[in-house]
C-alpha cells in the first residue's frame, strides 16, 4: 500500500499555505516532517487524511484517488494520531482504542471478542495496560497521547500518520513511541511523521522531508537532509550535527 501526493496546493478556502507539494511512502518506510511552526505541516496531514479539500494536484491511496474512497474504506488504509488533544467524553481508554476497529465492523455492529483482544494488546505493547478501566478526561496529556497511538495500532490499517506524536511525552515515553514506530516499519507499515526533534528523525526515518512556509527545503536520507546549514535555514537558529562513535547522529543548538 502506497501513500503518494503529487503536485498538491494545500490550504484554507482564504488562505493557501503549500503548493507543488510531492510525496510518496510506501510499506516499511518512515517518512518524517520537520519545520516550524506554522509551516504547514498540520494542514499538509489534514489534507492527505481528507479533513481539508486539496488545492490543487493529486492524492491516491494504494492506487485509489483519495477522492474516490469512502470514509470507511479510507481508515481500513490509513490511520491517523492527531496532535495531543482534550478528550471531550468520559470513555475508558479501552473503549477510546476499540473506536479504532469501528471500520472493520459493520454500522450497527458491537464490537467482537477478537476486537477488544487486540485493543487490549495495542494497550500493552504500548506499557499502559493498566490504563485499560481509566477514564480518559482524568489522564495525563501524555497518557492520552499514548491511548490515541494505541487506537491506531488497534485499527492495523496499512499506512499511519502521526502529528506530532511525542509532543507532550516525558523522556521515557517518548523512546517507547519511537520504538513502536521502529517496530511497525519493521512489519510493513508506512509510517508519515512529524517531529520538532531532529534527533528522533535520525533514530527511526528512512527518510526526512525539512519544511519551511508551506515548501519543501530538502527531501531524502536523514544524513543528507538534517545538515547544520539546512536545519538554520529551516528554524533561523545556529546548530551543530555530530556523528558519534556509536554511529549516532545527534543534533544539538548553539547558544551564545
Not at 18 to 38: D, F, I, K, M
Not at 74 to 93: D, E, H
Not at 190 to 217: E, I, K, W, Y
Request: with cysteine; hydrophobic share 45%.
Amino acid at each position: 500500500m502506497r501513500l503518494e501526493a503529487t503536485d498538491l496546493s494545500f490550504g484554507y478556502p482564504e488562505r493557501p499555505v503549500g503548493r507543488n507539494v510531492t510525496l510518496a511512502l510506501g510499506p516499511g518506510e518512515v517518512l518524517c516532517l520537520l519545520g516550524p511552526n506554522g509551516c504547514g505541516k498540520t494542514t499538509l496531514f489534514k489534507t492527505l487524511l481528507g479533513l481539508l479539500p486539496r488545492q490543487g494536484g493529486t492524492i491516491a491511496i494504494g492506487g485509489e484517488a483519495l477522492d474516490r474512497l469512502t470514509r470507511r474504506a479510507l481508515a481500513l488504509r490509513l490511520a491517523y494520531v492527531p496532535q495531543a488533544q482534550g478528550l471531550p467524553f468520559p470513555f475508558t481508554a479501552l473503549e477510546v482504542v476499540l473506536m479504532g476497529r469501528v471500520a472493520h465492523r459493520g454500522l450497527l455492529e458491537g464490537p467482537t471478542a477478537a476486537d477488544r483482544a487486540g485493543a487490549v494488546a495495542a494497550l500493552a505493547e504500548l506499557g499502559i495496560g493498566e490504563l485499560a478501566g481509566r477514564d480518559v478526561t482524568r489522564l495525563s496529556g501524555g497518557q492520552r497521547q499514548l491511548v490515541l497511538i494505541a487506537r491506531a495500532l488497534a485499527q492495523a490499517a496499512p499506512l499511519v500518520v502521526m502529528d506530532e506524536p511525542t509532543a507532550s511525552l516525558d523522556f521515557g515515553n517518548q523512546v517507547c513511541v519511537l520504538t513502536e514506530v521502529k517496530r511497525l516499519a519493521a512489519r510493513g507499515t508506512g509510517v508519515l511523521l512529524s517531529t520538532h526533534n531532529p534527533d528522533h528523525a535520525f533514530a527511526v526515518a528512512t527518510r526526512v522531508v525539512l519544511m519551511r512556509d508551506g515548501a519543501f527545503l530538502a527531501t531524502g536520507l536523514p544524513g543528507r537532509v538534517l545538515t547544520a546549514d539546512n536545519l538554520r535555514a529551516a528554524y533561523e537558529v545556529p546548530v551543530s550535527v555530530e556523528r558519534l562513535r556509536s554511529g549516532q547522529t545527534i543534533c544539538a543548538p548553539l547558544y551564545d
